[in-house]
């Protein structure tokens, strides 16, 4: 019934024929009808097979929601009817796009509309075949329904926490590049023969998120029981041909599967609960990627961190609850590490935050756990670059002192260095403590293969190298220009390049570099990332030839790539058990890449004296303040080498009558300081201060005010927000979507044109792209309800006939703040009572909110709740907190009935 296939995919010779056979179940995957085959499998007797090695002893018996009561062993006859399968799934795809439906490349011969009787039980099964994981895919029908054995290693876990899902190979299958050159033709050979080098093995449900989940030694899967890269595994079951079971997405493989009957794991590639060692070293320097480290949360931060919720722009941690647990993994990881010097990627780009920066607070997590002052770190003082994630550096004082300046790489030195692809690189020279000697640390992250480089045209060339590949290339070339011109000041040739290249050992920033002088430290087989299940180093240590000398060793601690990701801290998608059974607060899967360390032993040099410097960031600001108001602003003093006292001192410029300006608290020792505009008496108009800090032994460091003081306004003169909703979606949820409503109090139409909506966490800056909106004309007393983001509920009711609904704001339930703008500038960042400029509206709501009109901001919403404005929008006394009060969410659009306000 199956036919001969000696090669390929090939139909049945009795395809759409009535047949009657005769066999033992060997499996049956009936469980429900939504996760289940909805078949069972039978196969020849071992007595009965037929002996050709190119014809299938199985086949599948599809009984949809009909199926029989029969289980493994029972031996039955099926009438019916022989069908060549060719199974589809479909997917939403993105915008207003049509779905998309992907066809299988292969058909699968299954018996449908059976009759099945059962004749005997408790027979023998057939004995399994032996087949290779890398058993070419042209080979495979012929085992198509049969019992399978198979052995091999894990060369992919990444859609095992989600799908139940391993693969094997022979060996672990390493990346092209890793070894190879890249080449247009050696990829092409390479990649056409990948779906011949693994064979899936899958638990047999089409369920997602199951529980258990496959662990080592035939436990189930556990924080402490992984199941890693490199792991061997043995896998009995059926050999079928279908996806993976999620088809209401894309990414779902078809591919020959094992649908397990049984699987045992061992223990091959163990954790190491350490680094390796690295030699008889003075020092240890590593580079340590930590995914997304935001202290700025997603969703919601009920104080875990004081700076609140970043939504969209954040890219880390949900809640506090998954921060928390994020928090703990890093720390652990860094302490296991236990680097004198360590460069970090992926952390949040904030530090013009000062001490609540997330490097800051990361080392403040560091210290309390290990002791204080353990950690410190290099302090920009500024946002680095244009993108969320940065770089950052932080090493032990007790061990090694900052000398020369930090110098930052980014496209000012070189056009060919693009910085909105790649991140901004730094150097700092470290000196030891114990002999003087030193060196450079430079950390990078280039580009990634995700996408190209705009205006580049590097789309992926099909070589090996992905996407962004002329961006990578540039910036090794960049970098090698820019430390032969001694960025950091110092005169020091030993030099140390770490991070995440983005790039696989053979592509062309490595050589680039080599062709330098920049050796990478370790061979082509290691790896540091796992992708698509393949293996190899995109982080790497490049060294100088001087410092080369000098290293005692090199180790890439395991913790990450080998790990299943569903290890990690997010607590989407687990049951409540997984919940703790999956997650420990230990290094293991604190991220996506292995950290990298390297032991050196550095000559002894004669010491240099530090440069102490401070630095005031914000290093300028804009600040509105109404006359008769006034308002608060940190200024925050960035320290190098340096730990005297600063004082802070305010010089004025202006035409008219100016406000108050008062450093109300001195930063002396500490990190912060807070200047105050009071601008009781002022006349309206546009002033600057600087603000000047000084210390003994220090050049002055300044930061530029720019106040604008407008004249409050005794009624409505334009467009309001007079309502604003952040809780759609969640628990209890009274809309599925979070809403800003405006609203028109004056006597006059009023166009929406030319107007822009902003919107940001309670203690954020504004860093999302404004909303436009429409080109509608808002009759008096008429309101304009805009749709934003949705929640995860799907049940919550839709908004009613929303005007607009292009709006992604994810606002945050409990704390936000909304401008309204005259244009699309982002609306000033200090903190205190905003006005004036091109802020045509403004709301701060939650008592976290560090924005706001007139004293105070609204009270906080919640998930039941918005702020509403008083009056039903009339009320603007230009005072969030007198204005608004928290209500029912009431969403009104244009076609709700007219509002007409008795001061018009």
Not at 280 to 298: C, E, I, K
Not at 381 to 397: E, F, H, N, Q, R
Not at 499 to 514: F, R, V
Not at 570 to 576: H, L, P, R, V
Request: aromatic fraction near 8%; glycine fraction near 10%.
């Amino acid at each position: 019934m199956q036919g001969s296939t000696p090669s390929g995919d090939a139909a049945s010779p009795l395809n759409g024929q009535n047949v009657t056979v005769e066999g033992v179940v060997t499996s049956v995957n009936t469980a429900n009808v939504t996760d289940s085959l909805k078949g069972f499998f039978i196969q020849e007797e071992g007595i009965d097979a037929d002996g050709d090695a190119t014809t299938s002893d199985g086949v599948f018996v599809f009984c949809d929601t009909s199926c029989p009561t029969v289980k493994v062993g029972d031996r039955v006859r099926v009438g019916a009817t022989v069908t060549e399968y060719r199974s589809t799934y479909t997917y939403p795809a993105s915008g207003n796009n049509p779905p998309v439906t992907v066809t299988a490349p292969l058909t699968t011969t299954q018996l449908t509309a059976p009759t099945v009787t059962t004749l005997s039980s408790g027979v023998p099964l057939p004995e399994a075949a032996s087949i290779a994981p890398n058993l070419p895919v042209s080979q495979r029908e012929r085992f198509e329904g049969m019992l399978v054995t198979t052995t091999g290693t894990v060369t992919s876990n990444f859609t095992l926490g989600r799908f139940g899902n391993v693969d094997l190979s022979a060996n672990r299958i390493t990346n092209y590049t890793q070894t190879n050159a890249p080449s247009v033709s050696g990829y092409s050979a390479y990649a056409s023969n990948l779906p011949n080098q693994t064979l899936r093995i899958d638990n047999s449900s089409l369920q997602q998120n199951p529980d258990p989940i496959y662990g080592l030694n035939g436990q189930p899967l556990s924080a402490g029981n992984s199941l890693r890269g490199g792991d061997r595994g043995t896998a009995t079951g059926v050999l079928h041909y279908e996806h993976d079971g999620f088809g209401n997405r894309s990414g779902s493989n078809f591919m020959y599967r094992v649908m397990t009957t049984s699987a045992q794991f061992d223990p091959v590639n163990p954790r190491l609960n350490a680094p390796e060692a690295v030699g008889n070293s003075n020092l240890r320097v590593g580079a340590m990627n930590v995914l997304n480290y935001f202290t700025s949360l997603v969703t919601s931060n009920t104080g875990c961190t004081p700076n609140g919720v970043g939504g969209s722009a954040a890219r880390g941690a949900n809640n506090c609850e998954e921060f928390l647990r994020q928090q703990d993994k890093i720390v652990a990881a860094i302490s296991g590490l236990n680097a004198d010097v360590l460069n970090l990627m992926e952390i949040q780009n904030d530090f013009d935050k000062g001490s609540n920066s997330s490097v800051a607070l990361l080392v403040q997590k560091l210290n309390a756990t290990l002791g204080a002052g353990t950690y410190a770190y290099v302090n920009p003082g500024a946002k680095v670059g244009t993108d969320a994630i940065s770089l950052a550096m932080i090493y032990k004082p007790t061990a090694v002192t900052p000398v020369g300046n930090l110098a930052l790489l980014d496209n000012r030195f070189d056009p060919k260095y693009t910085d909105t692809c790649n991140r901004p690189s730094w150097a700092q020279t470290f000196q030891s403590n114990a002999n003087g000697g030193r060196f450079t640390a430079v950390a990078l992250h280039l580009k990634s293969k995700g996408s190209s480089c705009s205006g580049l045209a590097d789309a992926d060339a099909g070589d090996g190298q992905g996407n962004g590949y002329k961006a990578r290339e540039n910036a090794a070339t960049v970098l090698v220009n820019w430390l032969a011109t001694d960025p950091t000041g110092t005169g020091e040739s030993d030099i140390l390049l770490m991070g995440d290249y983005n790039a696989y050992a053979m592509e062309k920033p490595l050589s680039i570099l080599a062709t330098a002088g920049y050796t990478n430290l370790f061979s082509n087989s290691s790896y540091s990332y796992q992708f698509d299940g393949q293996w190899g180093s995109l982080d790497h240590a490049t060294s100088s030839a001087s410092l080369a000398t000098q290293v005692t060793g090199q180790t890439k601690w395991h913790i990450n790539a080998d790990e299943p990701t569903v290890l990690d801290y997010n607590t989407e998608f687990k049951s409540a058990g997984q919940l703790t059974s999956l997650y420990a607060a230990n290094a293991f899967r604190s991220s996506d890449h292995d950290p990298l360390l390297i032991g050196l032993n550095l000559t002894p040099q004669t010491p240099i004296t530090p440069t102490s410097s401070v630095s005031l960031s914000p290093a300028t600001a804009s600040v509105n303040v109404v006359a008769g108001q006034s308002t608060t602003n940190t200024i925050n003093v960035n320290r190098s080498n340096y730990t005297g006292s600063v004082n802070l001192a305010t010089s004025v410029s202006g035409s008219g009558t100016a406000p108050t300006f008062t450093v109300t608290t001195q930063p002396g020792t500490g990190n912060s300081g807070a200047l105050t505009v009071n601008a009781t008496g002022a006349t309206a108009g546009t002033y600057t201060v600087t603000v000047t800090g000084s210390g003994t032994g220090i050049s002055d460091a300044t930061t530029t005010f720019t106040v604008t003081v407008t004249t409050a306004t005794a009624g409505p003169s334009g467009i309001v927000i007079s309502q604003a909703y952040g809780g759609g979606g969640n628990t209890g949820a009274p809309y599925r979507n979070d809403f800003i409503e405006l609203f028109n109090p004056t006597a006059a139409s009023l166009s929406l044109n030319g107007l822009y909506l902003h919107w940001t966490s309670a203690t954020g800056t504004f860093s999302a792209t404004p909303l436009a909106l429409n080109d509608v004309t808002l009759a008096p007393g008429r309101y304009y309800l805009v749709q934003c983001a949705a929640g995860a509920s799907t049940t919550a009711p839709t908004l009613p006939n929303p005007d607009q609904t292009n709006c992604t704001f994810n606002m945050g339930a409990t704390s936000f703040k909304v401008a309204l703008t005259t244009s699309s500038a982002f609306p000033p960042s200090t903190a205190g009572s905003v006005s004036g400029g091109n802020v045509l509206d403004f709301v701060g709501a939650g008592t976290t909110a560090n924005q706001y009109e007139g004293a105070a901001p609204a009270a906080a919403p919640s998930n039941t709740t918005s702020v509403l404005r008083g009056g039903g929008g009339c009320t603007d006394t230009n005072q969030n907190n007198s204005d608004f009060a928290t209500g029912t969410p009431t969403p009104r659009n244009t076609s709700s009935s007219v509002n007409g306000c008795a001061a018009n």
